[in-house]
């Protein structure tokens, strides 16, 4: 028989993570030791005082059940307690917080809880590629964004058309950036909202990398913006704040009926987080502070090498305020893909192709800072040895 898949799988790109792990096996198999400054997933290993607790929490017969789609209570109203501490906004844990399997997957579902086909829904440019996968499941239709150096990286509401914002059912927005490592302030976020309520737009903000930030830099919430909670919900992680990408958890918060939507959508896809996991998850959302800091300690120390390094190498980049990503200029006379190829093949150095974030992502590569400084010190000798 002849199987044919559905054809929105045909309209997707193929996944960037995919291509780049196939073209560096091909290269490992030539016994070539690669670097990978690729795939943004923290070589720290998750605080020992989380998998203290998740060994603890392993042991109880009743965490080895279905658990609520939602979450426990008592992880969301940790969640909650998190939020009023480190942004001093208050969200009632049982009708503005859902636990999530990881906040992709939360993405992911936003879309099938709001976009309907033909709905146009506003992606940056270049951005986390699920805003896209989520809108195209169902049937939505992407309006690009483009985030522009000239712009601090952050989108131009203003120069969206009329007809568009009109049209638009929901923004995608994520500061601090993935893949630019630029921030946002306040005012930029009160732009987002007003532009949302005066065209009734959705507000998603993807806050995956709030606690990832160096030289004093605080990232904000969306909900210290009057009037967030009339169109927005946030979606927050624990993969990265706490290296627990893995782990497969993390929340949303906000506008009682978004979360409500999405909750709808779990109950009928998902059976939720495993309890032990929310368990050690309260422990990480209570505590930690100390080694939180040690980590970003590390990453500081660790961008400020790679960003001397490729300023060195004549590639023109800013040193993040936030994340763990460096976003590059690549050479003259390259593409974001040729030049990525060529330091993949010649110097065995994986870097992501900022085309593969989106077209507006073209003439850049994003470095992840995940690695040992040595190792970065190695791949930047190696990416130099090149003569570019
Ligand atoms: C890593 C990342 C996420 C998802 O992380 P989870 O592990 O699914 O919680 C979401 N958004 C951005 C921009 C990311 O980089």
């Known amino acids: 028989m002849q199987i044919n898949l ?43 005082y989380i998998v203290t607790a998740l060994r603890r929490a392993a042991e109880k017969p009743v965490n080895h059940r279905y658990p ?57 440019d270049p951005g986390y590629p699920v805003y896209f996968s989520g809108c195209t499941f169902n049937g939505g239709e992407a309006y690009f964004l483009p985030l522009k150096k000239q712009n601090g990286f952050l989108p131009e509401f203003s120069a969206v058309p009329s007809e568009i914002a009109r049209r638009a059912k929901l923004l995608w927005i994520n500061y601090p950036n993935n893949p630019t490592g630029a921030v946002a302030d306040l005012s ?8 949302c309520l005066s065209n009734n737009i959705i507000l998603a903000h993807d806050l995956a990398y709030s606690e990832i930030a160096y030289d004093g830099y605080r990232a904000p919430s969306v909900f210290q913006v009057e009037g967030a909670r009339e169109c927005a919900v946030e979606f927050h992680s624990l993969s990265k704040t706490f290296s627990m990408t893995g782990w497969r958890v993390g929340f949303v918060v906000g506008n009682a009926t978004l979360v409500a939507g999405l909750g709808k959508v779990k109950t009928n896809m998902d059976s939720g987080v495993f309890q032990g996991i929310q368990e050690a998850a309260i422990t990480a959302l209570e505590g930690g502070e100390e ?3 040690e980590y970003c300690r ?52 994986v870097i992501t192709p900022g085309s593969g974030f989106g077209n507006s992502g073209e003439g850049y590569v994003r470095l992840s800072i995940t690695l040992a400084t040595e190792r970065l010190k190695e791949a930047a000798e190696r990416i130099k040895a090149l003569k570019l």
């Not at 309209?11 to 990978?36: C, H, N, T």
Request: hydrophobic share 45%; with cysteine.
């Open 6 to 48: 559905a054809k929105r799988l045909g309209k997707l790109p193929p996944y960037l993570f995919a291509e780049l792990d196939r073209l560096k096996k091909e290269v490992q198999a030539k016994g070539v030791d690669v670097i990978s400054l690729g795939i943004g997933d923290p070589d720290l290993p998750t605080p020992h």
């Open 298 to 349: 590390i990453y500081k120390e660790r961008r400020d090498v790679m960003v001397a390094a490729l300023r060195d190498l004549g590639l023109a980049c800013e040193a993040p305020k936030a994340t763990f990503y460096i976003w590059a200029e690549v050479p003259k006379g390259y593409t974001s893909a040729s030049f990525s190829e060529r330091v993949l093949k010649e110097a065995g150095v």
């Open 188 to 195: 930029f976020f009160k732009t987002a909202v007003d532009f």
């Open 68 to 124: 609520d789609y939602e979450g426990m209570e008592s992880f969301r109203a940790a969640a909650a307690q998190w939020y009023k501490r480190r942004f001093g906004v208050n969200f009632d844990a049982r009708a503005e917080v859902c636990a999530l399997i990881g906040s992709k997957e939360g993405i992911g579902n936003f879309s099938t809880a709001v976009v309907d086909p033909g709905d146009i829904v506003l992606i940056p």
């Open 291 to 293: 080694t939180l800091r």
